[in-house]
């Protein structure tokens, strides 16, 4: 088996005022039954730094205009292997958070070709109602829903 592909990526947790963070219901085409709600976020361009890569891929991934400016410093970094599209990849996550307006409109415009029909919905979800899903990008999302409602809120 190849070794695992090096990806760096950035990830942005936008969080309202009620507490609740905005996640993606999505799919690996290899796995098409098997959604599961997840981050924004993606790879890291080479001329962009992790804050740009965060706010383009808010953008990309839900319409959502950011500066990075506005995001939190850093508040988790993760290494995880997964494969996606039936590619193994090793991701050295970054993640940010960002303050946003419950009432703030997702669009799915601006996905990468390879994301249309697999990034499935858009929720604001709190990390309770998290728990309570079957299926989470990884196991201690609520965990890391609550670092990024703490970390807005040490913002303010």
Avoid: C
């Avoid at 959502?64 to 590619?87: K, M």
């Amino acid at each position: 088996m190849p070794e695992p592909i090096r990806r760096t990526t950035a990830r942005v947790l936008p969080v309202n005022r009620e507490g609740a963070v905005l996640l993606l219901l999505e799919r690996d085409p290899t796995r098409p039954t098997e959604p599961y709600w997840g981050t924004i976020g993606g790879a890291v361009d080479p001329e962009e730094s992790l804050a740009e890569a965060a706010v383009r891929e808010l953008w990309e991934e839900t319409g959502i205009v950011a500066d990075p400016a506005d995001l939190t410093p850093p508040f988790h970094r993760r290494q995880t292997e997964f494969s996606w599209n039936g590619v193994a990849y090793l991701g050295d996550s970054t993640v940010f958070a960002l303050r946003l307006p419950g009432d703030t409109p997702v669009t799915f415009d601006h996905l990468e070709k390879e994301e249309v029909g697999n990034v499935l919905d858009a929720r604001w979800l709190t990390p309770r109602q998290a728990m309570d899903e079957a299926w989470l990008m990884w196991p201690d999302l609520p965990d890391l829903m609550s670092d990024a409602i703490a970390a807005v809120e040490g913002l303010t």
